[in-house]
């Protein structure tokens, strides 16, 4: 098993060396002189050449890049062109939010998607089943926006269950974002434990089981679910990434104070580093999360590990 998770750890070096030449150009090609959007457009040109110089922005490209990836590697992304943070502060403040609400938007898809997954595969083309299947469908077409809007202003506007915007104050915060971010992962895993579970269903082995005199709750949850799992911790390791990073319009909406809004902020004004920064921290937990998906399915069939060790 050690060895089998340091060559996953390894083929990750290239990965997030390549996002990182990649981020690196796209920005530093994009229209924007970092040294104006310092000093204002009607700074003199002998100190926006001195800033240009300190920045080490006159060098060429290739210079610039491992300059600023040997600082990478030492945890050092730079100053925030907007309030001359450090990018690692920044960063830092905002990722736990972040992560909170991934988490909890995770949870509410595990709790909710597996079970009517399971239930819609024990009874197919049941009522229970079409209409469970066509809720996951809306729940993948819905708009993010728009269920972000449409929650607050029924239950926030008109019932006034739970609070609007913010963080900070209890439970109650979570519920909108975490409902909005988590309705299309919750359509997405359902949808795929259903599959599964349909064609484990199939397999001889359940019908050796159910031969055995098990009972019908046995042979679901102990032998067939474990296996219908091995599709679903794919979906749930590439939700969990998407959520982290793709939570920008949630949290603009609800006004959560997490990274997905401080990159917002900072395209808007073109904050550079920052947005490097980010997006180099939503690539490392992406992968790490990959890496954390690779090992479960080591664990929860054995003959990954045998095939790729």
Request: proline share 5%; no cysteine; aromatic share 8%.
């Amino acid at each position: 098993m050690l060895t089998y998770i340091i060559k996953r750890f390894l083929m990750l070096i290239p990965v997030l060396l390549g996002i990182s030449i990649f981020v690196f150009l796209i920005l530093h090609l994009t229209p924007g002189d970092p040294a104006a959007l310092m000093l204002g457009e009607h700074a003199p040109e002998e100190q926006l050449a001195s800033l240009r110089e300190q920045m080490g922005l006159n060098r060429p490209l290739p210079i610039q890049y491992v300059t600023w990836l040997g600082r990478a590697l030492r945890l050092d992304l730079g100053r925030s062109l907007r309030s001359n943070r450090q990018v690692t502060q920044e960063i830092a403040q905002r990722l736990p939010a972040s992560a909170e609400l991934a988490i909890v938007a995770v949870l509410f898809s595990l709790v909710v998607g597996i079970p009517v997954g399971v239930i819609s595969a024990v009874k197919p083309n049941s009522i229970i089943d079409n209409v469970a299947m066509v809720g996951a469908l809306t729940g993948i077409g819905m708009p993010a926006f728009w269920q972000g809007l449409m929650l607050i202003l029924i239950f926030s506007v008109t019932f006034g269950w739970f609070p609007s915007s913010g963080r900070l104050g209890g439970w109650q915060y979570y519920v909108l974002p975490a409902l909005t971010l988590g309705t299309a992962s919750t359509a997405s895993i359902a949808r795929m434990t259903r599959s599964t579970m349909l064609e484990v269903i199939q397999q001889d082995y359940i019908r050796t089981a159910r031969s055995k005199g098990l009972t019908n709750r046995v042979v679901i949850l102990r032998h067939a679910l474990r296996n219908a799992l091995i599709p679903v911790v794919t979906i749930v390791g590439l939700q969990f990434g998407t959520l982290m990073a793709g939570a920008v319009l949630t949290e603009t909406i609800f006004a959560w104070p997490g990274i997905g809004r401080m990159v917002v902020d900072a395209i808007n004004s073109k904050d550079f580093p920052v947005v490097q920064g980010a997006i180099m921290t939503f690539a490392i937990v992406y992968a790490l999360i990959n890496l954390v998906v690779d090992i479960l399915y080591a664990f929860l069939d054995p003959r990954v590990k045998t095939r790729y060790s």
